[in-house]
């Protein structure tokens, strides 16, 4: 903990030329951190374009794993100190975040709630049979009532512990907060380290953006720390790059007002592509799924097709198109994700 406050301290201090405390949030150590970073040599030669390394979130952990573990670190650790001893939180029914919240409850003792867009499925698969097993308390709601009435929905049920006389933590979709953002925030210099380690020059840094907690996290990062020249690129799965734009900024000002208060704002630049979407949030195409094919066959490396494989896409797309030229190194950030292929699995059973 207390080298990382030294180095945060160090790096934001650059930016700023001034010396300034932060008070690093405490945190739950539930991810094996640090994940590896590893080239993809044979995919990248068979490119043609930069090399391509993968940071592998995917392996934060077995059940828990992937990119939520390290926002839930913070979210924990704050939950607990004020004496929550169930959180709350939403998602699809196939929610990576849901799973790794409802798996981390149970690892900490606490109770989880999970309000989940949709019908309740036939047959439990996926995230939602793990989340599940780790006993979460599941209420599905119809997808245009969860749209229109979420926050009511998610302080009701607040309520409805507090009633019982316990105190429960509502963690926001993807737990993209202020304090959800420390997790990527805190990954650079994780990352810096990487870098050096292996004598590498990144010049571009890449993830899938759901809620857009991570990008932003990232984005943040490599401001605070000089690397101002970094691209930091967050592929859209869902909504377009203007609300993206908007969140992240807006995720950006409370963390500066909550961490940093009466300092000046320096806002990082966030770059979003959306064009490699599809049909919108879940929904997945032939080019997602030879992706992941591609991505399986030629690095025994495994991506999901709501988040990772969009991403993927868009990264490979843009290689091919030759729209990354000028860039040496790419870090693609493998949020994980993994349960959520098996649903899918008939698109898949087609091609072969
Ligand atoms: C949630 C998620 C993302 C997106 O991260 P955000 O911080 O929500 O933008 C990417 N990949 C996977 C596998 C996820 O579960």
Same mark, same amino acid.
């Given at each position: 903990m207390w080298a990382t406050l030294t180095r945060l301290h160090l790096i934001i201090s650059k930016v700023f030329r001034l010396s300034m405390t932060i008070s690093i949030p405490a945190k739950v150590p539930l991810a094996a951190l640090p994940t590896p970073l590893v080239p993809l040599d044979r995919l990248s030669a068979s490119l043609g374009g930069p090399r391509i390394w993968l940071?592998? $979130? $995917? @392996? %934060?952990? %077995?059940?828990?794993? /992937?990119?939520k573990l390290r926002k839930l670190e913070f979210i924990v650790a704050e939950a607990l100190s004020q004496s929550c001893t169930v959180l709350i939180t939403c998602g699809g029914v196939q929610s990576n975040h849901c799973r790794a919240t409802a798996l981390a409850c149970a690892q900490q003792g606490l109770g989880c709630h999970l309000i989940l867009r949709g019908e309740k499925p036939k047959e439990l698969d996926g995230n939602v049979l793990l989340a599940k097993l780790a006993g979460a308390i599941i209420t599905f709601v119809p997808a245009d009532q969860y749209t229109s009435q979420l926050s009511t929905i998610l302080s009701q049920t607040q309520d409805d512990y507090q009633v019982k006389g316990q105190n429960a933590f509502v963690i926001p979709t993807g737990a993209s907060d202020e304090l959800g953002l420390w997790g990527y925030y805190s990954a650079v210099p994780e990352l810096i380290e990487d870098f050096q380690r292996l004598d590498l020059n990144v010049d571009m840094v890449c993830c899938a953006t759901g809620s857009g907690g991570t990008h932003a996290g990232l984005a943040l990062g490599f401001h605070h720390s000089g690397h101002t020249d970094m691209i930091v690129r967050g592929y859209a799965v869902c909504d377009n790059r203007h609300y993206f734009e908007k969140k992240a900024a807006e995720d950006i000002q409370r963390w500066y007002q909550r961490y940093l208060p009466g300092q000046p704002m320096s806002m990082p630049t966030l770059d979003v592509n959306d064009q490699y979407i599809g049909g919108g949030y879940g929904v997945a195409g032939p080019e997602v799924f030879a992706v992941i094919s591609l991505l399986a066959a030629k690095e025994g490396v495994i991506l999901d097709p709501v988040y990772t494989a969009k991403a993927f896409l868009g990264l490979v797309s843009q290689i091919r198109n030759g729209e990354l030229a000028q860039v040496k190194n790419v870090v693609f950030?493998? %949020? /994980?994700?993994?349960? /959520? @292929?098996f649903p899918f699995r008939r698109s898949f059973s087609e091609a072969f």
């Open positions: 940071k592998r $979130d $995917d @392996l %934060t952990h %077995t059940s828990m794993s /992937g990119n950030v493998h %949020t /994980g994700g993994v349960f /959520g @292929l």
